[in-house]
């Protein structure tokens, strides 16, 4: 019986006409996709079915192109070289050494103007550790010509604002007002990988050298350091390059001239790298903190952008944020569908002769073995198995990101200033994603076979941290046992 009610079905659905369907869109018609290939009569109901279904799978994979037409699923690289002609960032060299730096947008709202030094803590010592800093705030306090207030109303009076910021490696005074925070994780996670070294002194300084910090302290700092070949003059927005060199020319005259770069002072005291920990149990903090970092690459090493492809590649998630789930990045996905951490996000920290590569998370602390154990198998994967889909949308991601930040004069400013104290020269965009396309999944694998492959970590944590494994347990993770 039930052989015969299934051969009725089969015989009314063959007299069944399909209806006809009324298209309401009421955009350009497209070509319809074929109808499924007509089954034999005496084909069973389960073989229609199924024919059905192959039928509604090949249309997923050809989707409308109405849909596609803007955007793919699939990652693709592209060719943006047409539209990187970035406004030329010209250069003027003055006989002291003084370098001036300029990117004209005469029809910007805005101009940023600041100073660019290559000094800043790692060129201290033990008992003046804390001065560039401590110079940054005495700056704004007022000059033989002005007051501090003075100044303050001078340059509010053009609707401008005053900033500086202090790096172990640069000090920059800029007009705009600007609010930047300072993680007390990474100030350990610098003292234990890089201690005994200049890298491994916070910026702020001790508060006992604050304290004793003299005149002179200041005045020889600042004719050590403030020297015309380490210094950059960067502007960007409604300037004109020769008006910015007519006015440099007139006020910085009192520059030193040594030629004594900061590249020779960090020859005489580089930065080794030492795998170690430092760990602060704090049970009254709610959530624990903690960064895993590798010895990363120097701003010229030429792994240095496969680096940073390799950051985009392990990405960053945030809880409040949200789309973990559909994230490119495998670490958050990993993170956001089992909801391990509250934040988490890559870092790649150059330096003139070293640099810090890895991941810093904030969690509770029930979910620090789920979490070190998800951010260490991401970070050694990269030695073995990278798929090119990965890394192209790496790239990608990387480009856009980089351009994002440029949305302003004081950025680009910054930007100028930076690369010229760094590399030498402004690089184009053009140039730079250039480089970041080269980076395939063969180079990623390489470069973390370099950097991460069976490699000394440093680990900084604070918080309740009792439950955060041992520092054998994360070296013994940097590599694979694979037979």
Known sequence: MAIRHLLSLARRAQRRTAPSIRSFSTSPAVTSSPSPSPTSPNAM????????????????????PRFLQHNSPHPTLADHTSILAAPLTRVTTLPSG???????????????????????????????????????????????????????????????????????????????VEGQTEEVIFDHLHATAFQYTPLGRTILGPAQNIKTI???????????????????????????????????????????????????????????????????????????????????????????????????????????????????????????????????????????????????????????????????????????????ADVTRARNQLKSSLLLHIDGTSPVAEDIGRQLLTYGRRIPFAELFARIDAVDASTIKRVANRFIFDQDVAIAAMGPIQGLRDYNWFRRRTYWLRY
Not at 50 to 57: G, M, P, R, T
Not at 266 to 286: C, L, N, Y
């Open 98 to 176: 003084l370098r001036i730096a300029t990117e004209s947008n005469l029809a910007a709202k805005t101009a940023t103007v600041g100073v660019w030094i290559d000094a800043g803590s790692r060129f201290e010592t033990d008992d003046t550790n804390g001065t560039a800093h401590f110079l940054e705030h005495m700056i704004f306090k007022g000059t033989e010509k002005r007051t501090a207030r003075e100044l303050e109303e001078e340059i509010e009076n053009m609707g401008g604002h005053l900033n500086a910021y202090t790096s172990r490696e640069q000090t920059t005074y800029y007009a705009k």
């Open 45 to 64: 109901i389960y073989d229609r079915l199924a024919e059905s279904v192959k039928h509604k799978l090949k249309q997923l994979e050809n989707p409308d």
């Open 214 to 388: 003299t005149k002179d302290n200041l005045q020889k700092y600042i004719s050590t350091h403030y020297t015309a070949p380490r210094m950059v003059i960067a502007a960007s927005g409604a300037v004109k390059h020769e008006d910015i060199v007519e006015q440099v020319k007139k006020l910085f005259t009192k520059l030193s001239t040594d030629p004594t770069i900061a590249s020779e002072l960090v020859t005489k005291e580089p930065a080794i790298f030492t795998g170690s920990e430092i760990r602060i149990i704090d049970d009254d903090m709610p959530l624990a903190q903690f960064a895993v970092a590798f010895n990363g690459a120097s701003w010229t090493d030429p792994d240095s952008i496969a680096l940073m492809v390799m950051q985009s590649m392990l990405g960053s998630w945030n809880k409040n944020a949200g789309g973990g789930k559909h994230m490119g990045s495998e670490l958050a996905q990993r993170v956001g569908i089992n909801e391990i951490a509250e934040s988490m996000m890559a870092f790649n920290t150059n330096y003139k002769d070293t640099g810090l590569f890895g991941v810093y998370a904030i969690a509770k602390p029930d979910c620090l073995d789920d979490l070190t154990y998800a951010i260490m198998y991401e970070m050694s994967k990269l030695s073995y198995r990278v798929s090119e």
